[in-house]
């Protein structure tokens, strides 16, 4: 897990206030962390969420169009991060996956996406609700990390706006 509510909740509250245009403080600090972190970070359970950042911040990048520099930073370190994964699908132990029956789509709202993994992370079944069932099904947050998934975040063109090619 990535850490505490509070510590996703600060990482996406500053990604929206990026891609909303009003960022508390600079906002090329806030795009860098996040592709400093997937540089250095595609082998732990806050993958996703670097991958997401950079996903949700590239048209914003592209629009703003000032550090060329950290677009194409941003890209490569989508391609590290769809190589390095692809690595890593061998451990995959789920017996289906969301672009299995058809086309795969990434929700349109990244930082939110993010906010139901953490989410579905930090439930806990109410004690006084015997029937009480996880959000998003039981084994959300760990499905939405699989090396699979989170490969197919990285390269799917819809969710990037054209950052990253379909790497297949």
Do not use: K
Not at 136 to 148: I, S, V, W
Request: hydrophobic share 40%; charged share 25%; aromatic share 10%.
């Amino acid at each position: 897990m990535f850490g505490p509510w509070s510590d996703i909740d600060e990482f996406t509250s500053r990604i929206e206030n990026v891609i909303g245009g009003y960022p508390t403080g600079d906002p090329w600090a806030t795009i860098e962390l996040c592709i400093g972190q997937l540089e250095t970070d595609v082998d732990s359970d806050a993958t996703v969420y670097w991958v997401l950042g950079v996903a949700a911040v590239g048209p914003w990048m592209e629009w703003c169009d000032e550090r060329p520099d950290l677009v194409r930073r941003a890209e490569q370190a989508l391609e590290g991060a769809v190589a390095a994964l692809r690595r890593r699908t061998g451990s995959c132990t789920h017996g289906a996956h969301p672009w299995d029956e058809g086309p795969f789509s990434v929700p349109d709202d990244l930082t939110a996406f993010m906010y139901e993994i953490q989410e579905a992370d930090e439930w806990e079944p109410d004690p006084e609700y015997p029937d009480d069932e996880a959000p998003y099904g039981a084994d959300f947050g760990a499905r939405m990390r699989c090396p699979r998934n989170v490969a197919a975040f990285a390269r799917n063109p819809a969710a990037l706006s054209g950052l990253v090619p379909d790497l297949d």
